[in-house]
Every structure is written in C-alpha cells, then in structure tokens.
C-alpha cells in the first residue's frame, strides 16, 4: 500500500470529488487516511520475546546435540542482551514492529480506528443519518466504508466491500488519491440513488481528507 504523503494537488482532487458527489445527494462523505492505527511497540515487543525463546530453546538443544557446554549465566546473559537489542530495535524503528503483530490483531486495531474516526469526525451526527466515512489506514494495509444507520437500512454490505476492495488495490499500487476519488464517485452515486438532495440541502461536514 501506499507510503508516501499525499500532494497538495492529491488533497484538492478529493476535495473537488467529494463536493462534485454531494451535489446530487444529501448524504455526507468524510474522508480519513491514517498512516498507522497504533504504535504497536508492546505487542511486537510480546511476539518478539516469544520468537527469542522459541529461537533459544531450538539453539539450546542443538548445542546438546553438538556436545557443546555453555554456562547457563551465560546464556541467560545472551538472551537478556538479544532481548534488550530487539526492543532498542523495535523502538528506534517502529516501522519494524508492524511485522511482528499478526494480520487479525493488525486490522482489529484499524477498524477501531475507523470508528472512532466516524464518531470524532462527527459523521454520526448528520440531520438524516446519511453520513459515510471512507477510512484507510496504510501501516494495516486497511481500508473501510462505514455509513450510518440511514444508509444500513438501504444499502448491504456488499457494495462497501466492493468500494474497499477497489481502493485497497489501487493503494496497493502506489495510486492513493486515484483510489480516494473513485471511491467517493461510487459512494456518492450509491447515496445519491437513496438519498437524493432535496430543496435547501445544506453541506453538515467538511469537503476535505484528513490525514492523521
């Protein structure tokens, strides 16, 4: 997935998207791009002292095996000292440390970010009901459509999956903002078919991606 930033002229497409998408409908689209969803740091550094261990015991039986005497304060020495320069490692460098936490922990972490976002942004707090966040979050390799409870009632989770399937391949391909703006245009099209902007429809949310 994508790791760069996002340009200025990459923030004024989405921008210019979500405005063109809310002008055939009364929902609202927030957009949120995060570069991780936690730091991390305990969680890498748990799998990581699991790892050390499974490692040291599998050396200490090739060492029996190879008739070689090692002085248990010594060893204990050794795996202290490993110990220690994994965890200067994994926090000098927390890029490193999304590597030791497992796929499942990884996007149960994103999505709750994603929701917290829905609710800090305020899209829950829409006059009908019709507020959509589109959220990725890169470090996870995540993406997520969440829409209110206006817009549940109406539209299955299908089609969000086929929103997040298409913006999680175009980051795959270095193409972030392409996949912002196609996924707004789809969203927008979707809301508009449900809820279409009716006489004195007023903008309840900023046109704008945030990153955090």
Known sequence: MATSSLTHADHERIAEAIRTAEQKTGGEIYC???????????????????????????????????????????FLIVQA???????????LIPRLRIHFVPRRQRYKAAHANAVKQFLARNV???????GVLIFVSIAE???EVVADSGIDAKVGQHVWDGVVRD??????????????????????????????IAPGDINELDDHLVEI
Request: cysteine-free.
């Open 167 to 196: 913006l999680t391949a175009h980051a795959g391909d270095d193409r972030l903002a392409d996949g912002f703006v196609n996924a707004i245009g789809t969203v927008g099209a979707v809301l508009a078919e449900h809820f279409p």
């Open 32 to 74: 949120v791009v995060a570069r991780s969803s936690d730091g991390y740091f305990f969680q890498a550094a748990f799998t990581a002292t699991l790892a050390l261990f499974a490692v040291s015991i599998a050396f200490a039986y090739v060492l029996e095996a190879l008739w070689v005497t090692v002085r248990l304060p010594h």
């Open 141 to 143: 390799r995540y993406a």
């Open 124 to 130: 829950h707090r829409t006059a009908e009901r019709t």
């Open 81 to 91: 000292v490993a110990a220690v320069s994994l965890y200067i490692l994994l926090w």
